[in-house]
């Protein structure tokens, strides 16, 4: 599985920013794809994920501003990052994750940075 992240870039606080990312390959395989995001000094944590049944998880910190959305379909998922705070600053990493549970895949980084 190769996943392709799309989006980021540098937004003034409370903007609004899309991250998407394309799945391509063995893409049966998926079930959860998701958002992670890691800021310098800090461990990568999950921002959102949605399983290929529909149920979804977000970190706390991004209930109400974030939005995850997939298309199973087309193997893509989506985030809708809204009232962007600058704590929200960091690579964020689209994820995929297989029923099994066996293997994880990663795609590029992308920047989020969002100003004061």
């Known amino acids: 599985v190769q996943l392709q992240a799309s989006g980021g870039g540098l937004v003034q606080a409370g903007g609004s920013l899309r991250l998407s990312c394309a799945a391509s390959?063995?893409?049966?395989?998926?079930?959860?794809m998701g958002w992670y995001r890691q800021a310098p000094g800090k461990q990568r944590e999950l921002v959102a994920a949605?399983?290929?049944?529909?149920?979804?998880n977000y970190v706390d910190s991004v209930k109400g501003r974030f939005t995850i959305s997939r298309d199973n379909a087309k193997n893509t998922v989506s985030l809708q990052m809204n009232s962007l705070k600058p704590e929200d600053t960091a690579v964020y990493y689209c994820?995929?994750?297989?029923?099994?549970?066996?293997?994880?895949?990663w795609g590029q980084g992308t920047q989020v940075t969002v100003s004061s």
């Open positions: 949605r399983h290929r049944g529909g149920s979804t």
């Open positions: 390959g063995s893409t049966s395989s998926i079930n959860g």
């Open positions: 994820n995929a994750d297989e029923w099994s549970g066996s293997r994880r895949y």
